[in-house]
């Protein structure tokens, strides 16, 4: 018996829903390092005309395709070519790829907002505090990361299971203006700091001395972390969208939404590195939010207070995009076997659970197996985001721009207003979508070899 099919309850739930998707830990902690990394204000001024050339053209196709054929992403490219259906397949492989190592992302952010809370912030400054943490070397049950991993998950899933209006929806509504309040008042605390100032300035000044052709590359790869797109999500979030719900509109909130949590995260964290040292520590990567920010906290009149802010927020981000993720795979689960929603999500939760723990353990236990020399969690994030992503975009794009025809998307948009960046739309992903995504593999393929640094 085919399930009815959910919805939002109106565009602004939508909206809320889909931005909480695309606010993630990319938002927080990737985009600062990276800005910092490629000159700043030069970088900054990339990625906002990226966002909303490229990023819209990407974002308003995949969520026009859910809505018109109000499937998840394996139903709906088979809805449009019977030749191309093995690309829902492929894309459909990229949540459930990549839920299982963010929920023990989301069990990291847990563990720190838990030790902030209960006043260990010294703690978390200690130099081996992270590696003896994931490398599961502290004694007892709050040590272990698996602990805080199934806690995660838990959380996850009990959001998915109350269904897209009464779970999603509203757990959006909360926890996105709580992420933005929050947000600010870090930055803000961040901005007051002394020293601060250089930061600010090298922050949201260009220097076109600076830009390269990484910065470029660096900055579109940053669009697939902070859109959540090619990963299946927009098409399911647009297979629950109303069909009188403006479309354009709709992206370009969610645009907006995104692009200014990312900026507003900039402003929480380079500034505040750069005056505590001078912009030394700011290309920490990964080891920035876990390693570098507890210190600067610790470092901090009041640190404690704002580093309980800024992992409450930090975890407000993975929750939200960890439940768009979780919810695409149940939805494809729905979709094919025609599973009511708690057992999908049941049968999902209790997969990432077991495909989480190599990623879990893999820095620990399991640090000895390797996958052409990553340790899980970073060869899972390298197939899933910087090969399978770039190759669904790419594809899709050929398929909207050449098969099948933009006017599957331009009058799935127009059906329900207008649609003013039509030719920019048309030209994007036709044309220059497709050279732009071929140059992000290539890039990050070339990363990894070790030819290039992004």
Aim: net charge neutral.
């Amino acid at each position: 018996m085919k399930h009815e099919r959910s919805n939002f309850s109106n565009r602004i739930g939508f909206v809320l829903a889909a931005a909480g998707s695309a606010v993630g830990l990319g938002n927080i902690w990737r985009f600062p390092y990276l800005a910092a990394k490629y000159g700043g204000g030069i970088f900054l001024l990339v990625y906002l005309i990226l966002a909303v050339t490229l990023g819209f053209a990407l974002m308003i196709t995949e969520i026009s395709l859910g809505r018109k054929t109000g499937l998840s992403c394996i139903g709906a490219y088979s809805a449009l070519s019977k030749k191309f259906s093995f690309l829902g397949w492929l894309a459909s492989l990229v949540p459930i790829i990549i839920t299982p190592y963010y929920c023990v992302i989301g069990g990291w952010v847990i563990k720190y907002f838990f030790e902030f809370l209960r006043g260990h912030a010294a703690l978390t400054t200690e130099d081996t505090f992270f590696s003896n943490f994931i490398g599961v070397t502290e004694g007892g049950l709050l040590g272990n990361p698996l602990f805080w991993f199934v806690i995660y998950v838990v959380l996850t899933t009990i959001v998915v299971l109350f269904g897209v209006e009464k779970g999603i929806e509203k757990a959006s509504r909360v926890m996105m203006p709580l992420l933005v309040v929050l947000s600010l008042v870090v930055a803000i605390f961040s901005l007051t700091i002394p020293g601060s100032i250089e930061g600010l300035k090298y922050y949201l000044l260009p220097d076109f001395k600076d830009f390269s052709t990484t910065t470029v590359l660096g900055a579109m790869g940053q669009l697939f972390y902070s859109m959540s797109l090619a990963m299946g999500i927009m098409i399911t979030y647009g297979s629950y969208m109303k069909k009188e719900d403006n479309l354009e509109k709709s992206v370009a909130q969610i645009e907006i939404f995104d692009t200014a949590i990312a900026f507003i995260a900039g402003l929480m964290i380079i500034p505040a590195v750069f005056a505590f040292s001078g912009g030394a520590d700011i290309n920490a990567g990964p080891g920035l939010m876990f390693v570098t920010l507890p210190k600067v906290f610790g470092a901090m009149t009041g640190g404690t207070i704002i580093g309980v802010v800024f992992f409450l927020l930090v975890l407000f981000a993975a929750l939200t995009s960890s439940i768009s993720l979780m919810e695409t795979v149940v939805s494809i689960f729905m979709d094919r076997l025609q599973w009511n929603r708690r057992v999908a999500t049941l049968v999902v939760a209790v997969g990432i659970l077991i495909l989480g723990v190599p990623s879990c353990l893999g820095y620990g236990p399991l640090a000895s197996v390797t996958v052409v020399g990553m340790a899980f969690l970073d060869f899972f994030d390298f197939i899933s985001n910087s090969i399978l992503m770039p190759i669904v975009a790419f594809l899709t794009c050929i398929l909207v721009g050449h098969v099948v025809g933009t006017r599957v998307v331009s009058d799935e948009v127009e059906s329900s207003g207008s649609f003013k960046r039509k030719k920019l739309f048309e030209v994007m992903v036709r044309w220059i979508a497709p050279i732009c995504l071929v140059a992000i593999l290539l890039g990050e393929i070339l990363k990894v070899l070790g030819v290039i640094s992004i």
